[in-house]
Every structure is written in C-alpha cells, then in structure tokens.
C-alpha cells in the first residue's frame, strides 16, 4: 500500500503545482491548490506512520491528528468560490480554521516532551487512558466532516436553482462533477466512520481510508483544474437575486409590468436574442435596458417561468419553424438545434422532451 499513498502524495502536490501556474487563475483554483498542499501532507504523514517512522520522531503523530479536521472548510470555501458571484476572499471565513489551529494549541505541550516522554504518551497514554481533549477533537473531527459535506450539498443545490433564474444553458455551470465531488467526501468520512466499527485494529482501518482518500484526490485534482469560473462578469454584475425572494420588496408597478413585458415578448420575437447558446439574464436586460432583477420578477410573475424554462421554449419553437421549412430534409435534427440555440445535444434532447412530452425523433415521425 505504501506505493499507493506516494502516488497520491505525488498527485496533490503535482497538481497544487499546476494549479498555481494556470493562466489566469482564479479564487477556486488558489483555494484548491492550498487544499491540494495540505492533502498531500496530510497523505504524506500518514505514509510516514505507515511506514513506522513515527516510532523514530513521534511528533509526526501530532501533526498528523488535525490535519483531517482541515478538508471540511476547504471543500465548503471551494463549493463557495465556484458558485459566488464575487471573486474575493473574505478573511472571516478563515474562523472555519480555529478548530484545527485550537487542535494544534492543545497539542503543543506535547511536542516539547523530551523524545521519551512523547513515546511514552503515544504508545502507553493514549491507548489506555487518552485525554478529555483527544476524544473532544475525535468527535468534533467527525462532526466536522459530516457538517461540511451537508453544508456544501445545501450551497449546490441553491446554486442549480439560481441556474434556472440566470442561464439560458446548463452546460458548464450545473456543476455536476462538484455534487459528485462532494458525495466522494460524504463516501470518504463513511469509510471513516465504518472502519471505526468494522475494522479489526486502528491500523487496518487507516489504511482504508487513505487509500480511498488517495482515489478523492485523483477525482478532484483531475475536474477541479479543468473547471473555470461560473459566474460571468456580466452575472456578477447583474446582481440577479434569487427569485426564492418573491420580490416582495421590488418597486416595480403594475403598470411598469405590463410595459416590460410587451417589450420583452416584441424584442423576442423581433431581434431572436435566445439563437445566442450562452444567453444569460443579466445580458437580456441590458439589452432591453430593463433593470435584470425587474426583468426575472416579469418572467417568473407575469409569466410563471424561470429564465431557463422562458428562453428555452423559444428555442424549441424555433426548431419546430426550422424543420417545418426544410421540407428537403437537408438538415439533420442536431444542426436545426444548433441553429435555434441550442449548445449540446443533451440539453435540446432534455428541454425538448420536457416542453413537448416526446423526443425530437418522435416529434419527426409524427409529422
């Protein structure tokens, strides 16, 4: 096994090392690359205790401990760097570290026992009769992880809503790889969790749980450096609240509605703004000089739909129009979806059958 933990030692730092040269990095990508670092260190303290070094320098086991107490707060800083519309650190959100820095606090007296007393504590103490503070920070450890994992999975799915109210497209910005990111945690700390009642000796149990960890650093260092910003400038910009709020403290009149509304459904059908695949609200309104958030108020009130749903609907009618005027069948089904805005085969296949109630293929044998 040992073997396995090196290539997972091998991978963090290769990829914190990549990630720190990307062009044009960004706050996720500097979030993951310091994430990577500590993985790998904490692979590698593990890889030292495997191997029996910490009988020679027993300290490696105080460093070692809180180290798992660190990947909870990265994951959540990750999730909240990828979906946030402001790319800023907030140094607040440093606080998701106190618990392992107070670890580490409560763990100093030890590190400066001479050698023998350290051993002493590692080998006689802690097996027979640990501190109050060891099995604290064992839960809290726990608790940490399981914490993180539903606290991110919350953030994710207020994100995928926030799609609908703000794309006209899902392709790069749903995320999916991150859920499956973060269920990978959720199976990591169950490994945790089982191995704690299942696996017949600590050592055994360990060995589990790095190597699966050694798999989580192979799946995120492998999506996360390809994964670039969601939010575009023009998202930023926009300020699009969630349309979760109802509005209830928008100005906008009944009147007013009414004006937007017509100007809405006369530049749709005049100038065809959704033929453009990477449509996003906040463009629409600049485009129609309508601030973005009275915009989403008009199409989820007056119209009862999401961005998404609004825009895509468009498309599909715009397909229909195109096969229905190419009676030489010149074109195939894939090229017409491109040609009204469509940017995936998945995603027509997807928002066609939902508006329809049948597959395109089943629309064309029906005419």
Known sequence: MGIIYIIGVVQAF??????????????PDKILAIWM?????HLFSYYLIYSGIHVEFPSILGVHAPLALLHGPFLLLYVQSLIGKKQIFERIKLLH?????????????????????????????????PPLFIEVYSILTTFSGITYVAWSLLLLKRHQKNIGDNFSFTEEVNLKWLRNLILGMA??????????FMANNDDEGSEIVFGVAVLFVFLIGYKGSRQGLIFSDGVREGQVKEAVEKYQKSSLTLDLTEQYLNRLIKYM???????????????????LDINANYLSQVINEKLGQNFYDFINRYRVNEF????????ANRYTLLAHAHESGFSSKSSFNEVFKKVEGITPSQFLKSK
């Open 14 to 27: 290769f990829m914190e090392f990549m990630l720190l040269n990307k062009k044009n990095k960004a706050l």
């Open 37 to 41: 670092f500590f993985f790998g260190y």
């Open 97 to 129: 570290f106190i618990t392992p820095l107070s670890y580490y606090a409560f763990l100093l007296p030890v590190f400066f026992l001479p050698k023998n007393e350290i051993l002493k504590f590692v080998f006689e103490v802690l097996p027979t009769n």
């Open 187 to 196: 199976v990591l700390w169950t490994v945790v969790l089982a191995t704690d």
């Open 269 to 287: 059908d005049e100038k065809k703004p959704f033929l453009e695949s990477r449509l996003t609200l906040p463009q629409l309104a600049r485009q």
């Open 320 to 327: 229909k129009e195109r096969l229905k005027n190419d009676t």
